[in-house]
């Protein structure tokens, strides 16, 4: 059945292929580019608004089970674990003690016997989704001594399912962007609102048709209610941008049984081990734009970001720690305590364009990032002893090189291809069946029908390695996609 759809999508790429090229021999010169009209909504002397987004369909097969059906972040661990006499024991990993005393932390247990599963037991699947279709306005306000007034507020249909047996067609309006911004002829700005996060590397992301290119494979990825300023210095060929923003730091609400079980999931809001800490979340970004002759551009940067979150902490040997016996206090007494971890990343990032031929990439290093779609899974982990709780280590980045053959031809075609990944840097103290790197390398194919619509076919190999097991957990994917912007 795989093979089929396989075949079928290659089928599609081969034609709209020949399709283009049939068009190609019949045209002299590359013809004129043509303007996109805007959709101008209100277009007034004072105040203009504009509507803009686009409507997409993905079509995903996936050979695997993965996180995220129509857009594949990590693979889920796909061995079997069996004792001794061969008798099945679930998805998580068994652990047996290997020597005594049997009441040895963790790290001195090993695990048993570790199958693959045969490929008919691999959970994969074939998705249709139009959930990443995007509406947005663009506000432009009027224009005076004291700044330029602007706005944009965006949203798209991946907020999450409602409680149906079709919820798959009845995907949930999600707030995307809100802000607003003031510019000054100086060249500087002020955006407040939700936008994306200031150490993302903004100016060198990748083209591809998965729904977060390289999300949790080397992207730090967020957007975020902040304040950000930013000035730009130097004219339009050579300049430089620095940003700088404070943020809310959004660690996330904890279940029921957690720190702090707020309302989540409900319009109510409620407290995060990032809002327990206290303290907005700094972020900053510096930005070199060169662009010497027309037909190169350089962009060089630098990211970072800091903050601190109040994470629990369930103490292991909380009595001894407290100076009381066992008979007093135990850890199920006092199972939870919030412990401040601190939360930093350095990060780089560059794209040049020389002619037809983009070469873009960025990496970073980082200490308990889970909030930016990063960390593997998660952002801190208890030490030994059970008496620290330490920020997780971990480094990645992505790279690809892009074609544009619309820029030397009349070939309405785009190229690309890449790779990512993200590894813990310290597996020590990294639980059994924790991941410990992901990685995805892919290639992208884009159709330009015209300059509204596009078609889309991407393959990609996925890669998720667990501690404790051996080999790692892969997915093929095969994605089509239809795009119409406006």
């Given amino acids: 059945m795989r093979n089929i759809r396989f075949i079928s999508l290659t089928a599609l790429a081969a034609f709209l292929a020949f399709s283009m ?26 105040l203009k608004v504009q509507l803009y987004g686009f409507v997409k369909l993905d079509v995903v097969s996936n050979s695997n089970n993965v996180v995220s059906e129509s857009g594949p972040l990590s693979v889920v661990n796909d061995r079997y674990y069996l004792n001794t006499n061969g008798t099945y024991l679930g ?5 047996v003690p290997v020597g005594t005393p049997y009441d040895q932390p963790t790290n001195n247990y090993t695990q048993l016997l570790v ?18 279709s995007r509406l947005g306005l663009k506000i432009a306000g009027p224009e005076s001594k004291w700044g330029n007034v602007s706005a944009a507020i ?3 249909f991946w907020g999450g399912h409602p409680a149906s047996g079709t919820a798959s067609r009845q995907g949930l309006v999600r707030m995307r962007h809100a802000y607003g911004r003031v510019d000054w002829s100086s060249g500087t700005s002020i955006l407040v609102g939700q936008y994306w996060t200031v150490n993302m590397p903004l100016y060198a992301l990748a083209n591809a048709a998965t729904f977060i290119p390289w999300g949790a494979n080397g992207l730090l990825f967020m957007r975020e209610p902040q304040i950000a300023l930013m000035q730009k210095v130097g004219p339009a060929n050579y300049n430089v941008l620095v940003e700088a923003s404070i943020a809310r730091v959004q660690a996330g609400n904890d279940s029921a049984a957690n720190l702090y079980p707020g309302p989540t999931g409900v319009q109510l809001d409620d407290r995060g081990a990032g809002e327990a800490s206290w303290k907005p979340g700094f972020r900053g970004r510096v930005t070199l734009n060169m662009k010497p002759i027309d037909i190169l551009a350089i962009t060089l940067g630098a990211t970072g970001h800091y903050q601190l979150e109040r994470q629990q902490m369930s103490y292991s040997r909380i009595g001894a720690i407290l100076g009381f016996s066992g008979a007093q206090i135990t850890a199920a007494r006092i199972a939870k305590i919030g412990k ?31 909030t930016f779609l990063s ?15 330490l920020p997780v280590p971990t480094k990645g980045g992505y790279a690809q090189v892009q074609i544009d053959l619309r820029k030397v031809s009349p070939i309405p075609i785009e190229l690309a291809a890449g790779m990512g990944g993200e590894f813990k840097r310290n597996s020590k103290m990294i639980d059994n069946g924790k991941q410990l790197s992901n ?3 892919s290639g992208t194919l884009t159709f330009h029908l015209n300059q509204y619509m596009r078609f889309m076919f991407e393959v990609a190999k996925h890669e998720t390695k667990y501690k404790g097991v051996l080999g ?7 994605q089509g996609a239809a795009v119409v912007d406006f």
């Fill in 439 to 441: 990685k995805t390398i």
């Fill in 154 to 156: 965006e949203a798209d």
């Fill in 115 to 132: 199958l693959k599963k045969f490929p008919a037991e691999r959970d994969g699947s074939l998705v249709f989704d139009a959930r990443t």
């Fill in 21 to 46: 090229a049939a068009g190609a021999q019949e045209a002299a010169k590359p013809p004129a580019k043509q303007a996109k009209e805007k959709v101008m909504i209100f277009n007034g002397e004072m």
């Fill in 472 to 478: 790692s957990a892969e997915n093929m994917r095969y």
């Fill in 91 to 95: 998805p998580v990993t068994p652990l």
């Fill in 340 to 370: 401040i971890v601190n939360s930093y990343s350095f990060g780089a990032f560059a794209k040049i364009q020389i002619s037809l031929v983009t070469l873009l990439g960025s990496g970073f290093m980082g200490w308990n990032m889970d």
């Fill in 375 to 389: 960390g593997l899974g998660e952002g801190a982990a208890l030490n030994a002893a059970g008496t620290k709780l």
